[in-house]
């Protein structure tokens, strides 16, 4: 899901400019030997490419404008969590019922100056009718901010294929983003402060021959889902809306009990989706305070829960392996639940 590349929502006044000047470019060309009919041609010209001009441009940001009906999940969920839908909504159909303004005046207009056989009258028209245009652009300013903002949201979410997704889960600053830079080829940041994570970011792995799909996400506060902002509610809507498996990522230097409240929020979803856990930083603890970690989780956890302890970042290329057979046993089964038309879309 994307604008085109190169699309641009000029601002209205520039709108109002350029097709004032592209309609006086094109009355120029109009050839009458006549001195009185030429001016009545022009003037008509004017009309005509003004509104198109400004018709067109309407149209063609309403269009562009990807339908929020038929976006994924994920998509709805992400914009719908980042602005107001309905009023998106009621920008859109605000520029489409403008465009047919214009379209209805440039119509209304042409047949007035039609009976006029004189250049003053004529030019009078036509100014009056700028004058009607300027006045129906202008009123579409806040319904061109609003959709602006909407681009900018929606340029911030990640293009999500259909693949098997994995999404990464954690509190802040536990890892996610190196663990997603260690076993995928993503290009993300990395800093020692945390909430470096602001978006969903996404890492592609190749794994005996399958694609799977990695989400970073931003890091989770011990909180209730009512109580998260919006950066934290990108992390619960995917889990509910894309995510196939989950990895836990824990912090071996934080707060243990906090972050098991967090997997304790997720009971629901570590029921129906399959998932590991990844002890990190194990570098900055103690084996005294690692194993009351794992006996916390082991309280918590499933029986089988399959758990890795390392350091991420001075993980060994056989850790990181065990990890991406993980991820491929976890997974592989996507591409024979989901269907030969998934499989389809892949290769």
Same mark, same amino acid.
């Given at each position: 899901?994307?604008?085109?590349k190169?699309?641009?929502?000029?601002?209205?006044?520039?709108?109002?400019?350029n097709?004032?000047?592209k309609a006086?470019?094109?009355?120029?060309?109009?050839q009458?030997?006549d001195?009185?009919?030429?001016?009545?041609?022009?003037?008509?010209?004017?009309?005509?490419i003004?509104?198109e001009?400004?018709?067109?441009?309407l149209?063609?940001?309403?269009n562009k404008?990807?339908?929020i009906s038929?976006?994924?999940?994920?998509?709805k969920?992400?914009?719908?969590?980042?602005l107001?839908i309905?009023q998106?909504?009621k920008?859109?159909?605000?520029?489409m019922?403008?465009?047919?303004?214009c379209?209805?005046l440039k119509?209304?207009f042409?047949?007035?100056m039609?009976?006029?056989q004189?250049?003053n009258?004529?030019?009078k028209?036509r100014?009056e009718?700028y004058?009607?245009?300027?006045?129906?652009?202008?009123?579409?300013k806040?319904?061109f901010?609003?959709i602006?903002?909407?681009m900018k949201?929606m340029?911030e979410?990640p293009?999500?294929?259909?693949?098997?997704t994995?999404?990464?889960i954690?509190? =802040?600053? &536990?890892g !996610?983003?190196?663990?997603?830079?260690?076993? $995928?080829?993503?290009?993300v @940041?990395? /800093?020692?402060? =945390?909430? &470096?994570? !602001?978006r969903?970011?996404v890492?592609?792995? $190749?794994?005996?021959?399958? @694609?799977? /799909?990695?989400?970073?996400s931003?890091g989770?506060?011990d909180?209730?889902?009512?109580?998260?902002?919006?950066?934290?509610?990108q992390?619960?809507?995917?889990?509910?809306?894309?995510a196939?498996?989950?990895i836990?990522?824990?912090?071996?230097?934080e707060?243990?009990?906090n972050?098991?409240n967090?997997?304790k929020?997720?009971k629901?979803?570590?029921?129906?989706?399959?998932?590991?856990?990844?002890i990190n930083?194990?570098?900055l603890?103690?084996?005294?305070?690692?194993?009351?970690?794992?006996?916390a989780?082991?309280?918590?956890?499933p029986?089988?829960?399959?758990?890795f302890k390392?350091?991420?970042?001075?993980a060994?290329?056989?850790?990181l392996?065990?990890?991406?057979?993980?991820?491929?046993?976890?997974?592989?089964s996507?591409?024979t639940?989901k269907?030969?038309?998934?499989?389809?879309?892949?290769?």
């Amino acid at each position: 899901m994307s604008f085109q590349k190169g699309f641009y929502i000029p601002k209205v006044e520039e709108l109002i400019d350029n097709a004032f000047k592209k309609a006086r470019d094109e009355a120029s060309k109009v050839q009458e030997r006549d001195f009185n009919r030429r001016i009545i041609e022009k003037e008509k010209t004017r009309v005509k490419i003004a509104s198109e001009e400004i018709t067109g441009t309407l149209k063609n940001i309403a269009n562009k404008f990807p339908n929020i009906s038929e976006l994924n999940p994920l998509y709805k969920s992400l914009l719908a969590n980042s602005l107001d839908i309905i009023q998106l909504k009621k920008a859109l159909s605000h520029l489409m019922s403008s465009s047919r303004t214009c379209d209805e005046l440039k119509t209304q207009f042409l047949a007035a100056m039609f009976r006029v056989q004189n250049k003053n009258g004529i030019s009078k028209y036509r100014n009056e009718f700028y004058g009607r245009l300027v006045s129906v652009v202008k009123r579409c300013k806040a319904s061109f901010e609003i959709i602006k903002n909407a681009m900018k949201n929606m340029a911030e979410i990640p293009k999500i294929k259909n693949l098997p997704t994995i999404l990464l889960i954690g509190c =802040p600053n &536990t890892g !996610k983003s190196t663990f997603l830079k260690a076993v $995928t080829s993503a290009n993300v @940041e990395i /800093q020692s402060y =945390p909430f &470096t994570t !602001k978006r969903l970011q996404v890492g592609m792995l $190749t794994e005996k021959f399958l @694609e799977f /799909q990695l989400l970073d996400s931003p890091g989770l506060l011990d909180r209730p889902e009512e109580k998260q902002n919006n950066i934290e509610k990108q992390t619960t809507l995917a889990l509910k809306t894309i995510a196939d498996s989950l990895i836990f990522i824990i912090g071996a230097n934080e707060n243990i009990n906090n972050q098991i409240n967090i997997l304790k929020r997720f009971k629901k979803e570590i029921k129906y989706k399959p998932f590991f856990i990844v002890i990190n930083k194990i570098d900055l603890v103690d084996m005294g305070e690692l194993k009351e970690i794992e006996s916390a989780l082991k309280n918590y956890l499933p029986q089988k829960t399959t758990l890795f302890k390392l350091s991420l970042n001075k993980a060994k290329e056989q850790e990181l392996k065990e990890i991406k057979d993980e991820i491929y046993n976890l997974n592989k089964s996507w591409y024979t639940k989901k269907g030969k038309e998934n499989i389809k879309s892949v290769f």
